[in-house]
């Protein structure tokens, strides 16, 4: 072989090593990124910084008890008692989606709260921005300052001590990213005694077929007008407070379509057409409306206007005409007897109702430190003192078996009915609902873009309703239609990952920038290579 063979050989091998290496470069790249997207979590400190002042935001929501304030307040009163080196400047909303629209808004500008009460679905969209929510896995099992920690200065519960079903609501991709913090259902509020006037007796598990049944009962009219069996003006037998939760609800207990763990829409099928065409049927008769549509349920229950209506467990406290918080004129109060059921089944024999409430979030700060102090308070809102003050507030339960089974809360149970405020007889009933009926409650898979399908779930029944009552032909080409828009409004027809109407949520990920940059350096050596490949031909 000449000398110029040799070289050119040479040449050939070495070029070909070179782009071996570049691939194995960008196969190894590749490798670490999607190594980067298995987040390992929160790196906790080896101890806790009290020679440091610490200054913590926590964005709660209330409605107008101010027991509940109260309790927040003094929460936070012994927590800095224990820490004095952390504050914590609570701020309150009066609804969920306010607090979910102001951490979108204050994720682009970095100034998310440290804490804050939230729901995972809305917990799924704020984490797919960069590493905004902390995955809590690392901290729930450090011995340190984990769950029970033995450098944690308050009781705090152990991991095994939060009811598991309502800690798995908290995982998302497999990983905690909450915990929970109050727990509640739906109930049925039925004025008995007005089931009892048509010749009916309330079963212990409501049936769709009982609820229709009753309802276009009651809502028979007298001659002049008036409804024949309130003798009123106004009279809506059903009325549902959430119609998101119905829809829900009904699918499930169909053993229908809603969504599935990886995000996939299943909610457009004929099952659900079903429903909404008998939810059009009683619209029309006068016999069910919504709260969106007609008002908030408890009013019209405690003025005789409402046979059955569906609310929160934790709005217990304003249903009946002897409830604490009733919200209208004393002279529009109509005696009655409350009866307090699960939601309607199809199956009453396997009851299915939705598992609800508020979790806590941490969101990410540079100082590691920082988030160390957000998770101390998380921990303290779990403690029996807050759990059991807090739900004796309303119909919530606590979301830890110590503090479900404490002296304290077990005594609460027991004095249903002593008066009514504290020991209100429906709001116990209401609690003692969840408790019995724990392990008969689900959730629903939580994704970036769940939140936004719940909401479209409740506008497919508020659609139909609205158009029934405006006389408008509700038929399949209706039902079509309906559904495109419906899927088109909230975004569920596009891909995951442009859900939430396109909201800006954070940077792209510095593991895509370097892989982005490293394809880059690998094609610019490529070309480089065999550029000089072709100069050395041409000489």
Not at 32 to 38: D, K
Not at 90 to 96: P, Q
Not at 246 to 263: E, N, P, T
Not at 290 to 310: D, E, R, W
Request: net charge negative; charged share 25%; glycine share 6%.
């Amino acid at each position: 072989m000449s000398g110029q063979a040799k070289r050119s050989r040479k040449r050939r091998l070495w070029g070909r090593a070179v782009v071996l290496v570049l691939l194995a470069g960008l196969t190894i790249a590749l490798a670490g990124c999607h190594g980067a997207r298995q987040t390992e979590g929160f790196s906790v400190p080896e101890s806790f910084d009290e020679s440091r002042q610490y200054e913590l935001t926590f964005w709660a929501k209330n409605d107008t008890n101010k027991s509940q304030t109260d309790i927040y307040k003094k929460a936070i009163e012994d927590f800095q008692a224990l820490y004095p080196n952390i504050t914590v400047n609570l701020r309150l909303y009066t609804d969920y989606g306010k607090i979910y629209n102001d951490v979108i808004t204050n994720i682009s500008t970095g100034t998310t709260p440290n804490v804050c009460i939230t729901y995972p679905d809305h917990i799924a969209t704020y984490k797919s921005g960069e590493n905004v929510v902390v995955e809590l896995d690392r901290l729930f099992e450090d011995e340190r300052f984990g769950l029970g920690g033995s450098q944690v200065r308050f009781d705090a519960p152990s991991q095994e001590e939060i009811v598991p079903r309502f800690l798995e609501e908290c995982v998302i991709d497999g990983r905690h990213y909450a915990v929970p913090y109050m727990r509640s259902t739906e109930a049925c509020y039925i004025n008995k005694t007005y089931v009892e006037k048509l010749g009916y007796q309330v079963p212990d598990v409501l049936t769709w077929d009982f609820i229709w049944e009753v309802s276009e009962a009651a809502a028979k009219k007298n001659a002049d007008g008036t409804f024949a069996l309130n003798g009123q003006e106004v009279l809506i037998p059903f009325l549902y407070k959430s119609t998101d939760n119905m829809m829900i609800q009904m699918l499930r207990q169909k053993d229908a379509g809603y969504s599935d763990g990886a995000g996939n829409i299943e909610i457009f099928n004929d099952t659900t057409r079903q429903l909404l065409y008998t939810m059009a049927e009683h619209v029309g008769t006068g016999a069910f409306s919504t709260f969106k549509i007609s008002g908030y349920p408890a009013n019209f229950l405690n003025a005789g206007q409402c046979v059955f209506a569906v609310d929160s467990t934790a709005g217990s406290t304003w249903m009946g005409s002897d409830a604490p918080l009733v919200d209208i004129s004393e002279d529009a109060l109509v005696e009655f007897e409350t009866a307090v059921r699960p939601v309607p089944q199809f199956d009453p024999e396997h009851p299915e109702m939705i598992s609800q409430g508020p979790s806590v979030c941490i969101f990410n700060k540079e100082d590691p430190q920082e988030v160390l102090a957000s998770w101390l308070f998380v921990q303290y809102l779990l403690t029996d003192q807050v759990q059991v003050a807090y739900a004796e507030t309303e119909g919530y339960v606590p979301v830890t078996i110590k503090a479900q089974q404490s002296a304290e809360y077990q005594d609460y149970l027991a004095r249903a009915g002593e008066d009514d405020d504290a020991h209100y007889r429906v709001k116990i009933e209401a609690s003692r609902l969840l408790l019995d009926h724990t392990g008969d409650t689900f959730i629903t898979p939580v994704f970036n873009g769940s939140a936004s399908l719940r909401d479209a779930a409740g506008q497919l029944i508020e659609n139909v309703a609205k158009s029934t009552r405006r006389k408008e032909t509700v038929d399949d080409k209706y039902m079509d239609k309906l559904f495109s828009d419906v899927s088109a409004m909230y975004h569920l027809d596009e891909p995951r990952d442009q859900t939430q109407g396109k909201r800006e949520l954070g940077p792209l990920p510095m593991a895509s920038k370097a892989l982005l940059a490293g394809l880059a350096a690998v094609w610019a050596l490529i070309l480089l290579y065999l550029l000089s490949r072709r100069l050395r031909k041409a000489r």
